[in-house]
């Protein structure tokens, strides 16, 4: 019997003062068009990476919540394989770690700038995983020396060891490999880009820098500079498929990753010019539904952009409810829903962050337990 379907959905209004908190390559903060008008908007790149972050900072060196996305996988398996067996030398390392990952299916290339062991792309590896592929290493010092017959299996092994203990963040955000598309791993989060509920006009900062050490009569500026910045309300949304987490982290760590992902969606903020605007800000309002059905991005709420002349929070929080309510013609009730606000809602309020938290953990915990149930 399959498992039923579960989705959790996170809508957020945001309010962000002065701010260029994600920029394109010009330095200029992101924009989209939507309902006819410029918005804000933040890249779900960028908010997926400081919660990436947030994972690592809060992991206490537990393996599930510890992970790297980087071309220097080699450098990190042969330290590990070097902790694991201290006489082994730095060069002897290094070539048990390359020949491992060739094996595996992996391609690796010595980067003549920096003497450096690359993979071709970006790879997502947990610490699980590493510590696992540097003691199949050292139990398998002829790696490179085995024949086409044999590197099958091995390839196999190694396969699976890349497959599991898979971190919070690989679970979430998932693992794409060029090389060996089978070591892909389907992503059981979907972040949306984040943007204003109304338009936005683009502002200019002109600002100059004065040498301290000029003479008194000297006039000018040392420097001359422009920086643009908008300030918004923003509407932010992800979704977790929990039988996907399930699948990906294990049913022990589901529930556990799934608020803490929910946490760091609601309190993190991209960091770019945070040091010129000081703009960190907590949500004015979340809604967290479950459903059973299919995801809903409530963004249709803002295809109109919210007019004012007296701030966007309250106008944004009346129509993204009517927009939930309007959804229910479309899609089922959901299993559960919750708000967490600091201005009015027409729907039932949890208290505080933790409340939410325990909330939603409560009804996952009793709908992975009754699956788990009717699948016994």
């Given at each position: 019997?399959?498992?039923?379907n579960?989705?959790i ?30 918005r ?13 972050q ?25 330290q ?15 070539k ?23 993979t ?27 024949k ?29 490999v ?7 791993v ?9 943007i ?22 000297e ?40 608020k ?25 309002y ?46 089922e ?5 919750f ?6 809602s ?7 962050l933790?409340?939410?938290?325990d909330?939603v ?9 009754q ?6």
């Amino acid at each position: 019997m399959n498992k039923e379907n579960l989705y959790i959905d996170i809508n957020v209004l945001q309010t962000v003062p002065s701010s260029n908190i994600n920029r394109d390559d010009t330095g200029t903060p992101k924009t989209a068009m939507y309902g006819g008008v410029t918005r804000s908007r933040v890249s779900s790149q960028s908010w997926k990476r400081v919660i990436k972050q947030a994972f690592q900072k809060e992991s206490n060196d537990e393996d599930w919540l510890k992970g790297y996305r980087t071309k220097k996988v080699s450098a990190l398996l042969s330290q590990r394989i070097q902790d694991l067996k201290p006489d082994l030398d730095e060069d002897a390392a290094t070539k048990a770690a390359n020949d491992l990952l060739k094996t595996a299916g992996l391609k690796v290339k010595l980067d003549k700038k920096n003497g450096e062991f690359l993979t071709g792309a970006l790879l997502f590896v947990s610490k699980g995983q590493l510590n696992k592929l540097a003691q199949y290493a050292i139990d398998n010092p002829d790696l490179g020396e085995k024949k086409s017959k044999e590197l099958k299996e091995t390839k196999k092994e190694l396969k699976q060891i890349l497959l599991n203990d898979n971190s919070l963040a690989l679970a979430m955000f998932g693992r794409m490999v060029a090389d060996d598309p089978s070591l892909n791993v389907d992503a059981a989060v979907q972040v949306a880009h984040a943007i204003s509920t109304h338009e936005i006009v683009p502002e200019f900062d002109y600002f100059t820098a004065i040498d301290d050490k000029r003479k008194e009569d000297e006039a000018g500026s040392a420097m001359l500079g422009t920086i643009e910045y908008n300030s918004s309300t923003l509407y932010r949304y992800a979704n977790i498929n929990v039988n996907e987490l399930e699948k990906n982290i294990g049913s022990d760590l589901t529930i556990k990753g799934a608020k803490l992902f929910i946490k760091e969606f609601i309190s993190t903020m991209p960091t770019g010019k945070e040091n010129t605007f000081a703009n960190k800000t907590v949500p004015q309002y979340v809604l967290v539904t479950i459903r059973k059905d299919t995801p809903v991005n409530l963004v249709s709420a803002f295809e109109d952009p919210v007019k004012s002349h007296g701030g966007y929070v309250k106008a944004s929080i009346d129509r993204l409810e009517n927009e939930y309510q309007a959804t229910q013609k479309f899609v089922e009730a959901p299993v559960a829903c919750f708000v967490l606000t600091t201005d009015h809602s027409d729907l039932k309020q949890v208290e505080n962050l933790s409340d939410l938290l325990d909330k939603v953990g409560q009804v996952l915990a009793e709908k992975v337990s009754q699956d788990e149930n009717d699948n016994a």
